[in-house]
């Protein structure tokens, strides 16, 4: 489904250079939970962002069913963003000035989406915070709020930077369920996280020290 | 979800930083409208001021010596049908209220008690209607035929009911109606009689010629005297043009530097404002920079990111433009209320201008921020996303 073929990306600032990926292949088929994992500064972030078609590696490619996305044009990665990926992050990102739902309803393409989000917010147990502002939620909340506005378009790939990076024990397990489930649904997970429990929920796991796979 | 909508729940949500965008539209729509309408009623004051001063132009042939043609000596003169065909023509259009005047001194005139005096004789042809330029309410100097208006000095040795009574040049005695006694301090014409042109040449036996004919210059950019001479010399170029300097001279001094203190002061406003907005984008675009990473993440397209700054950028300049139009007009209104003798009450909303600030300002406020809106497309979403 994704494979990633010898990529590599280094950052300069000033006279330092820094890898954050040193050669990296591996290739993720549809169904897996992968979990990458390994400390900060490893390469995690930036490996779920080549994926994501937002950091463009200094060299090898990266191919979506057999198309490498750095080769698509503006309009088709966008196009692949939009209809086949889903992000999360450990920041949320809600649009402050919308409400739950219309958080969620940012990333609907079309009315038969949007029609689910009553679905989606009584499973994640967010039915009466449809109307409320992100700064009215709690930090579990805004996350599962951020988890539906992921999923909501049905990718075939949730990409997570660290998710439950912000939130406590019993918020992470409600979250980490509901991926799984996701997961379980058919859904491709690569959730990026220097927490090794996580490891548990995933049927894949990469670990990442200075840029290289261990 | 529909971009607009999110445009303007993020528009209500930054209010402090719509607010001030809006308010910066509002100052340039409030200054550039309310100078341009004070400008247009400067004009149209002008305008008044000149009619009210009387016809400032005279137009007699070339080579009158002015001492003479200023001291009504009798001077050369010229077929009435010039004032037809400068009328007929379509280039003329420096010169409003073309009158034909033969204007003579009369030696001898003896008035109802024998003593005889000096006087004035002018003859008013009827006001050229000028076939190639709106109609106009003519300026009043017509005097119907066996009839005349008596100068204050000339109808005090005249009882109510007379006639007046002259000479003609063939020894007959001829006698008009008096229709109208004019009041004192009307210049020349206290000490004078005004007739009816033809009656006039009769009198004198100066059948189909005038010698003078008088106008209302233009409120023209490039000045009266130099339009008007140019154009009647094109047409005719033995006749010459000159100029009764009046206090419609200092008008439109102050008009004309009104207006020079508005192309100055217009753009200034405008160009600050444009300044200010675009700094203001600039910071909201950095505010923001989370939101644009994200929607770049969720795949939102260069263009899609461009519309909705841009877009922001219209919904304020479109409100702006029209709230500052009307507040230009009203500030127009104080203060024209405060400046202007006869067009006070005529300072109405200026509709052609109403039509350019909803063009206009919508155009400028997004261009002023293109280059914050370029700079959101090129927000790095895997940086702004990854940040703690």
């Known amino acids: 489904m994704i494979e990633l073929k010898n990529i590599s990306k280094q950052y300069v600032k000033g006279k330092e250079v820094f890898t954050a990926l040193k050669d990296i292949s591996v290739r993720i088929e549809k169904g897996d939970f992968c979990c990458v994992t390994g400390p900060s500064g490893a390469g995690k972030s930036t490996l779920l962002y080549v994926i994501g078609g937002l950091i463009h590696p200094d060299s090898g490619d990266v191919m979506y069913n057999g198309r490498d996305i750095y080769r698509m044009n503006s309009r088709d990665i966008n196009l692949y963003r939009r209809k086949h990926l889903g992000f999360m992050f450990q920041q949320f990102h809600l649009m402050p000035y919308l409400t739950v739902a219309g958080n969620i309803k940012l990333a609907c393409n079309g009315n038969s989406q949007a029609e689910k989000i009553g679905f989606y917010l009584e499973k994640c147990l967010l039915a009466d915070k449809k109307n409320k502002y992100p700064s009215e939620l709690s930090v579990g909340e805004k996350q599962r709020t951020a988890f539906i506005r992921a999923i909501i378009s049905e990718p075939e790939i949730l990409l997570a930077d660290e998710p439950t990076g912000n939130l406590d024990d019993s918020n992470s397990e409600i979250l980490l369920s509901l991926v799984k489930e996701y997961n379980n649904g058919g859904g491709t997970i690569v959730l990026v996280s220097h927490n090794r429990e996580i490891e548990k929920y995933a049927n894949r796991s990469i670990t990442l020290r200075q840029g290289c796979m261990q | 979800m529909n971009p607009i909508t999110l445009i303007i729940k993020e528009l209500f949500y930054r209010k402090v930083n719509s607010l001030i965008i809006l308010l910066t539209v509002i100052i340039a729509g409030t200054v550039s409208v309310a100078i341009y309408t004070l400008s247009k009623a400067s004009e149209?004051?002008?305008?008044?001021?000149?009619?009210?001063?009387?016809?400032?132009?005279?137009?007699?042939?070339?080579?009158?010596?002015?001492?003479?043609?200023?001291?009504?000596?009798?001077?050369?003169?010229?077929?009435?049908?010039?004032?037809?065909?400068l009328a007929e023509s379509k280039t003329f259009d420096a010169v409003r209220h073309l009158t034909g005047i033969l204007q003579v001194r009369y030696s001898d005139w003896t008035d109802p008690n024998g003593s005889s005096h000096q006087i004035v004789l002018f003859g008013y042809k009827d006001e050229a209607m000028q076939r190639f330029l709106p109609a106009q309410e003519t300026m009043g100097f017509d005097v119907e035929k066996g009839k005349v208006h008596l100068g204050f000095l000339i109808a005090r040795n005249i009882r109510e009911g007379d006639?007046?009574?002259?000479?003609?040049?063939?020894?007959?005695?001829?006698?008009?109606?008096?229709?109208?006694?004019?009041?004192?301090?009307?210049?020349?014409?206290?000490?004078?009689?005004?007739?009816?042109?033809?009656?006039?040449?009769?009198?004198?036996?100066?059948?189909?010629?005038?010698?003078?004919i008088e106008a209302l210059g233009c409120v023209c950019k490039d000045g009266r005297i130099k339009n008007a001479r140019n154009q009647v010399q094109a047409i005719f170029s033995d006749l010459e043009v000159t100029e009764i300097s009046s206090i419609a001279d200092a008008r439109e001094n102050q008009r004309l530097m009104m207006n020079k203190y508005g192309a100055f002061i217009i753009p200034f406003v405008i160009l600050s404002c444009?300044?200010?907005?675009?700094?203001?984008?600039?910071?909201?675009?950095?505010?923001?920079?989370?939101?644009?990473?994200?929607?770049?993440?969720?795949?939102?397209?260069?263009?899609?990111?461009?519309?909705?700054?841009?877009?922001?950028?219209?919904?304020?300049?479109?409100?702006?433009?029209?709230?500052?139009?009307?507040t230009g007009h009203l500030v127009a209104e104080y203060f024209g209320r405060e400046i202007f003798r006869f067009t006070s009450s005529d300072i109405k909303p200026l509709w052609n201008v109403f039509y350019y600030s909803i063009l206009l300002f919508p155009l400028l406020w997004m261009l002023a921020s293109w280059i914050p809106a370029l700079m959101a497309t090129q927000i790095d979403a895997a940086k702004t996303l990854s940040q703690e």
Do not use: C, H, W
């Open chain 2, 274 to 326: 444009l300044l200010i907005t675009g700094l203001l984008f600039y910071q909201n675009i950095t505010v923001r920079n989370r939101e644009i990473g994200l929607l770049k993440a969720m795949g939102k397209s260069t263009s899609g990111i461009l519309f909705m700054i841009i877009a922001k950028a219209f919904i304020l300049g479109l409100i702006g433009g029209i709230i500052g139009f009307f």
């Open chain 2, 163 to 212: 006639p007046f009574t002259i000479k003609g040049s063939d020894g007959s005695l001829r006698s008009f109606e008096i229709t109208e006694r004019l009041e004192e301090g009307r210049g020349m014409i206290d000490q004078g009689v005004a007739f009816n042109l033809g009656d006039l040449q009769e009198v004198l036996g100066m059948q189909g010629m005038i010698n003078k």
């Open chain 2, 44 to 85: 149209n004051e002008t305008r008044k001021i000149m009619r009210e001063q009387g016809l400032n132009l005279y137009i007699f042939p070339k080579g009158t010596n002015l001492i003479d043609f200023y001291s009504v000596s009798n001077t050369q003169a010229f077929p009435e049908e010039y004032v037809d065909k």
